[in-house]
């Protein structure tokens, strides 16, 4: 997707979760996130896109210490503040040039990792929201099969760990839009192509289904699963984050 797109999304994305989060209250519990409520995840975001913010306006590109913002006011004030915060965090994204130079902890060292991390980050936050509120809309099939293909270029590094001992091949395969991907254990460990094949194990389902089931959101039942069934699991396990 073009930046133009995501930038749309993410404003689009911020309302939603700000009228979510006004809808379920701010003593609402998470489920997708347990411990939290809404106040919380609010505290969470706030923090997300102040941390982007400041590190995309930095002169050079070095590290900002992530904190989340003491003092944040209660109740209806602190949807309020999500919103004013995501609304400065867009302005700055649609004011920076996307090839600009910063730090960042992915592949990608300009301001484009930034507009489509906190894009991706929103819509599962957003639908965190929707949760508490009880009532869900799937994620836009297009960045749903982004943010699949930006965790297993960002996050999947963090976790070869424990993929390890995975013991098979697991194909991915969205049926709304295109996205299909194979994982399969190499010598440097799990190897990761876009590509229609067969896997010891086939999961398919929507984008959107296959992005909050990668992020805990949605539970395996969601997906069409074909093969070892108990692989899948062990993935799943391996690249909890």
């Given at each position: 997707?073009?930046?133009?797109?995501?930038?749309?999304?993410?404003a689009a994305?911020?309302?939603?979760?700000?009228?979510?989060?006004?809808?379920?209250?701010?003593?609402?519990?998470?489920?997708?996130?347990?411990?939290?409520?809404?106040?919380?995840?609010?505290?969470?975001?706030?923090?997300?896109?102040?941390?982007?913010?400041?590190?995309?306006?930095?002169?050079?590109?070095?590290?900002?210490?992530?904190?989340?913002?003491?003092?944040?006011?209660?109740?209806?004030?602190?949807?309020?503040?999500?919103?004013?915060?995501?609304?400065?965090?867009?302005?700055?994204?649609?004011?920076?040039?996307?090839?600009?130079?910063?730090?960042?902890?992915?592949?990608?060292?300009?301001?484009?990792?930034?507009?489509?991390?906190?894009?991706?980050?929103?819509?599962?936050?957003?639908?965190?929201?929707?949760?508490?509120?009880?009532?869900?809309?799937?994620?836009?099939?297009?960045?749903?099969?982004?943010?699949?293909?930006?965790?297993?270029?960002v996050f999947?590094?963090?976790?070869?760990?424990?993929?390890?001992?995975?013991?098979?091949?697991?194909?991915?395969?969205?049926?709304?839009?295109?996205?299909?991907?194979?994982?399969?254990?190499?010598?440097?460990?799990?190897?990761?192509?876009?590509?229609?094949?067969?896997?010891?194990?086939?999961?398919?389902?929507?984008?959107?289904?296959?992005?909050?089931?990668?992020?805990?959101?949605?539970?395996?039942?969601?997906?069409?699963?074909?093969?070892?069934?108990?692989?899948?699991?062990?993935?799943?396990?391996?690249?909890?984050?």
């Amino acid at each position: 997707m073009d930046r133009t797109r995501f930038l749309d999304l993410l404003a689009a994305e911020s309302e939603a979760l700000a009228s979510a989060a006004s809808a379920a209250g701010p003593d609402a519990a998470v489920p997708s996130c347990p411990g939290w409520t809404v106040a919380d995840l609010l505290a969470h975001c706030i923090g997300g896109d102040g941390w982007a913010r400041a590190i995309v306006e930095q002169d050079e590109p070095t590290r900002v210490d992530y904190v989340t913002p003491p003092d944040l006011p209660e109740g209806e004030a602190r949807v309020a503040q999500f919103r004013d915060t995501a609304r400065g965090l867009l302005d700055t994204l649609r004011a920076t040039d996307p090839a600009k130079s910063v730090w960042t902890f992915g592949p990608d060292r300009t301001t484009t990792f930034w507009i489509r991390r906190r894009t991706i980050e929103t819509a599962i936050h957003r639908y965190d929201a929707q949760l508490a509120a009880g009532r869900t809309v799937p994620v836009d099939a297009d960045l749903a099969a982004d943010g699949v293909d930006e965790f297993f270029e960002v996050f999947l590094k963090r976790l070869q760990e424990g993929l390890a001992g995975l013991g098979g091949t697991v194909h991915l395969h969205c049926t709304d839009t295109a996205g299909e991907w194979l994982l399969a254990p190499g010598d440097a460990g799990l190897v990761v192509t876009r590509e229609h094949a067969k896997g010891d194990v086939a999961a398919r389902g929507t984008a959107s289904d296959l992005l909050l089931w990668i992020w805990g959101r949605v539970p395996v039942g969601s997906l069409e699963v074909f093969g070892d069934a108990a692989l899948l699991d062990r993935f799943r396990a391996a690249t909890r984050i």
